[in-house]
């Protein structure tokens, strides 16, 4: 792979990489895969299975590069791939072991949480339904705002923060032991 | 949640769910805020949930951010222009698909698969797999690698026809080798009750995210939808590599695919079609 351009924006490497540059493709993967493992880790639990799921995603991303018109940013466009790994690792894992109901917890500190409650808050997280976990990882831990979510998503705005407000409810009665009520994430307010 | 739907009198007939993740990000306006507090002092319901959310926030705040898990960019270019996608996965665009139905029918034969175990020491004891028996010695045997489609093995009977026996789904630190591969085959065909690993070796069990990987990468290889005997992670000359087995007992038929771990790219291949008692 040639060297790659750090210091070119990430719609730049995209069309370089569509172009047939393997080294401006290495640099959006450097510069893009801790956000994109950190979205899986939360949204699967399991480092090796975030592990997958970004590599997943990175490949998925390759394959469409040419389908990126850049109409929206390239961060926004991945992290899309990326929610859809994270979504085809939670499927897999259902049917492959017919279950419904939480996926295996994480063990405990694997990857450097030093205390209790940090496991604590992850088991809970993945106790919630997958749409609403979506939701309260890329806004209350990427630090995505609504709008960018709702493009990620492809949702309106005011679903994304109702969505938000009972993933945050959900997870505030996990960590308090308490079940979750049945909730239905297509039931939501429209704006 | 009952007094969620009976609001108290006076208050509004909507809780405004949009409204009170701004107000716990803080990011309404001051109107805005001013309707949403006269709505909480009459609503009980929504107090507890500002509550809950509250805490949510404050504990997802205290997560630790995980390094990067320096991916290889050469290997994701590898596999995006050799490895076949399998239908079952999701476009990147959004579009999300059913899976196979063969897919029900496996999972429990996979859930059997996690909940016993089992093994075997066949290989326990061969530093590399280099010592194996060599693939010269397995009539029948192919080292081809290939892309998943079937290739040219011939099909195996229906599934009706396999009658699983013990399935095996561990992680050691065992090398798999061609030859070791090839005498994998030939030990299921010839009676070997599959004494192949041994959980001493560090092993511990697959997750389901990787069984289910190791199977999908092996049936899109061997082009057919038979529950996998064995699904084994190991390594191949090197290489992490998942050894997924199918059988058909009936007619003594093994195949092995060899697929890398977090592709399902095939490495290789072995088949022997053992016909009756063990060559050697």
Redesign the interface.
Same mark, same amino acid.
């Not at chain 2, 769910?17 to 701004?22: D, F, I, K, Q």
């Not at chain 2, 997750?207 to 990987?213: D, K, M």
């Given at each position: 792979m040639t060297s790659g351009g750090a210091h070119l924006p990430d719609r730049e490497l995209a069309a370089r990489a569509v172009a047939g540059d393997d080294g401006a493709f290495a640099e959006l993967v450097r510069r893009h895969e801790r956000r994109v493992y950190n979205l899986a880790l939360r949204m699967l639990g399991r480092s090796e299975d975030a592990r997958d799921a970004a590599q997943d995603a990175f490949v998925s991303c390759y394959r469409n590069l040419s389908k990126f018109r850049g109409e929206a940013a390239f961060s926004t466009w991945l992290h899309r791939i990326a929610v859809n790994a994270c979504y085809d690792v939670l499927r897999r894992r259902r049917d492959v072991l017919g279950l419904d109901e939480a996926p295996e917890p994480p063990p405990a500190a694997d990857h450097g949480d030093a205390v209790t409650t940090s496991v604590d808050v992850r088991r809970a997280l993945l106790a919630i339904p997958d749409e609403f976990r979506t939701v309260l990882v890329l806004h209350d831990i990427q630090d995505l705002g609504y709008d960018e979510i709702a493009r990620i998503l492809e949702v309106p705005v005011g679903t994304v923060k109702s969505r938000l407000h009972r993933a945050r409810v959900a997870l505030g009665r996990a960590l308090g032991g308490e079940p979750s009520p049945p909730s239905d994430p297509s039931n939501e307010g429209m704006p | 949640?009952s007094d969620r739907n009976s609001p108290s009198p006076g208050a509004p007939a909507?809780h405004p769910?949009?409204?009170?993740? @701004?107000f716990?990000d803080g990011t309404l306006s001051e109107d805005e805020r001013r309707l949403v507090e006269a709505h909480l002092r009459t609503c009980s319901a929504c107090r507890a949930?500002v509550?809950?959310?509250?805490?949510?926030?404050e504990?997802? #705040?205290?997560?630790?951010?995980?390094?990067?898990? #320096?991916?290889d960019?050469?290997?994701?270019?590898h596999?995006?222009r050799t490895?076949v996608?399998l239908k079952?996965?999701?476009?990147?665009? #959004?579009e999300?698909q059913r899976?196979a139905r063969w897919? @029900?029918v496996? #999972?429990?034969l996979?859930?059997a698969a996690?909940a016993g175990v089992f093994l075997v020491g066949l290989f326990r004891g061969q530093g590399g797999g280099g010592s194996a028996t060599t693939a010269a010695q397995a009539p029948g045997v192919e080292s081809t690698a290939r892309p998943p489609t079937g290739g040219s093995f011939a099909p195996l009977p229906s599934p009706g026809a396999v009658q699983p026996r013990t399935q095996t789904a561990v992680v050691a630190d065992e090398n798999f080798s061609r030859a070791s591969v090839a005498e994998l085959a030939r030990s299921l065909v010839n009676g070997g009750t599959s004494d192949v690993l041994s959980q001493q070796n560090g092993a511990r069990r697959l997750?389901?995210?990787?069984? @289910?990987?190791a199977?999908?990468c092996a049936q899109g290889a061997a082009g057919t939808a038979e529950s996998p005997l064995l699904v084994v992670r190991a390594r191949f000359e090197g290489r992490p590599a998942y050894l997924t087995a199918f059988m058909a007992e009936g007619s003594k038929v093994a195949r092995v695919v060899v697929t890398p771990v977090?592709?399902c790219t095939v490495l290789y291949q072995t088949q022997y079609p053992g016909t009756g008692p063990s060559p050697g």
């Open positions: - | 949640m909507r769910e949009e409204a009170l993740a @701004g716990v949930e509550d809950l959310a509250k805490a949510s926030l504990a997802t #705040g205290a997560l630790p951010e995980a390094d990067a898990p #320096g991916l960019p050469e290997a994701i270019v596999t995006a490895v996608p079952s996965r999701s476009t990147a665009t #959004g999300r899976p897919l @029900g496996v #999972g429990g996979a859930a996690i997750s389901a995210t990787e069984l @289910g990987r199977r999908l977090g592709t």
